[in-house]
């Protein structure tokens, strides 16, 4: 099995060329730092909405080659998080924002189309599952919040029988089913959005990272080696790197995810009638999420990596033997008919996770925005969120600009070393109550008052 810091859908590219890095003193409109999804769609609807404004986007390595490009390629809307968006912004804002995401997955799709990228887009659908009686229900708090608000065609629930005609796994029960979904290859999609920026004129300066921002004087700076950036306005979309940025330090969570994929196994997925094209998961709160491909791969992996002190994940993010074994060993207890057949290819990426599970822009002073927290569900809101972020930056009037993610009441996380170790303390929490609830036992009290900490505090853990 090979095991790197790339993963398989940017194994399977030709390596792009990279852009100079730069150097000297520029001036631009709008310097966009991190080139990944939220950074090339927020470029992408600057040069759309305004062409002829001087747009610079610089990134640390290649554009499309961090977590971006490595991701699950779950390309899924919001509904899931419905209930939570109703309790922080009411009914109304909740809705918008719903069908905000819900539209994002089709545009990404209508993008891919347009601009002839073949980014293997296919809108099949997301299946929430559970896999023991505790899991049982845990989509209805959503449902019901579906039903009130008269948006019942958002989702559905499914008995056993109507689950095992989309994928039949022994460990699979009941389940939901939200339309608005579509999986992608993230490389692919990346790699397309990289080319078309150069081709709209956004001036792309690779191998740079950002130093230092300088805020106070007449326009905002990025520093970087040997040069600088001198811009109107900033935004900044680094994933969890947003850590080390001041003001966004109790913002944010960083932890990891990793991932597996089969060989080609089209005949198995015709057995077991998984050829819908839809994205799963089960019912965790450190979910397990899976997919296919399109030459008929099982695309594998489980959220529950540790929690990153800092912003410093020191490459454990991305190659981590034992986690690499056990997200396989996970994936063979779904599908024990993979015997015999080979898992060739283990990856993991940092994941940037907001408080309250959702996607947030954030104003750091005049003229700098920044976009982050998808907790693992980017590569459908990131097309909104880049979307929004242009509509800030050029004073757009419009829905996207007046979106609820925008500056939403914060809910502070923790400072270090607080984080790290009362996260990781919660996270083993978690995964023994959850291992114990599919073994059909009930957790201790202990472990079960350690669990509910992060929701005493406001923050949101699972969907």
């Known amino acids: 099995m090979r095991h790197d810091a790339h993963g398989f859908w940017i194994s399977q590219l030709d390596p792009p060329e990279p852009r100079p890095a730069l150097s000297g003193e520029r001036r631009a409109d709008v310097v966009v730092v991190g080139g990944g999804y939220t950074g090339m769609w927020t ?23 961090g977590p971006s490009g490595r991701n699950g390629g779950f390309c899924n809307s919001m509904w899931f998080s419905l209930p939570t968006l109703v309790e922080r912004f009411g009914d109304r804002a909740a809705l918008e924002v719903c069908r905000a995401a819900e539209t994002s997955v089709r545009t990404v799709g209508e993008w891919c189309r347009q601009q002839g990228v073949d980014a293997h887009f296919r809108h099949g659908g997301y299946l929430q599952v559970s896999t023991c009686e505790a899991q049982d229900g845990t989509w209805a708090p959503v449902h019901r919040e579906m039903a009130r608000l008269g948006v019942t065609d958002a989702g559905g629930e499914l008995g056993p029988s109507q689950v095992a005609e989309r994928c039949a796994s022994h460990r699979f029960r009941a389940g939901a089913l939200y339309p ?18 150069l081709e709209a004129g956004v001036e792309v300066f690779e191998r740079t990272p950002m130093l230092r921002l300088r805020q106070g004087g007449e326009d905002p700076v990025v520093e970087v080696k040997g040069g600088s950036v001198r811009a109107g306005q900033v935004v900044l979309a680094t994933g969890s790197a947003l850590l080390g940025v001041s003001g966004l330090r109790h913002a944010l969570t960083a932890t990891s995810s990793h991932m597996v994929v089969t060989e080609p196994v089209p005949d198995l997925l015709a057995e077991i009638g998984w050829t819908g094209g839809e994205c799963i998961t089960d019912s965790r709160a450190m979910i397990h999420y899976f997919r296919t491909t399109a030459d008929g791969r099982i695309a594998f992996g489980w959220g529950g990596g540790g929690i990153v002190y800092g912003s410093h994940a020191n490459g454990k993010a991305e190659v981590d033997p034992s986690m690499a074994r056990q997200v396989e060993a996970d994936l063979r207890s779904f599908f024990p008919q993979l015997e015999g057949r080979s898992v060739v290819h283990a990856w993991g990426g940092p994941i940037d996770v907001s408080p309250t599970h959702l996607p947030v822009i954030r104003s750091l002073g005049d003229r700098v925005y920044a976009g982050f927290g998808y907790t693992g569900n980017g590569v459908g809101p990131s097309q909104m969120i880049g979307r929004t972020l242009a509509s800030l930056l050029l004073d757009r009037p419009d829905e996207f600009a007046a979106t609820a993610l925008v500056d939403p009441p914060r809910v502070p996380v923790p400072p270090e070393p607080f984080r790290y170790i009362g996260g990781n303390v919660i996270r083993r929490a978690i995964l023994r109550k959850e291992r114990l609830e599919e073994q059909g036992r009930r957790p201790g009290p202990l472990t079960r008052a350690v669990c509910g900490i992060p929701e005493r505090l406001g923050i949101h853990v699972g969907r």
């Open 180 to 197: 608005a979904a579509a999986t992608v290859d993230p490389g692919r999609l990346a790699a397309g959005l990289r080319a078309q920026l």
């Open 43 to 65: 470029a992408w609807w600057l040069k759309q909405h305004a062409p002829t404004s001087e747009v610079v986007l610089i990134d640390r390595g290649i554009c499309g080659l």
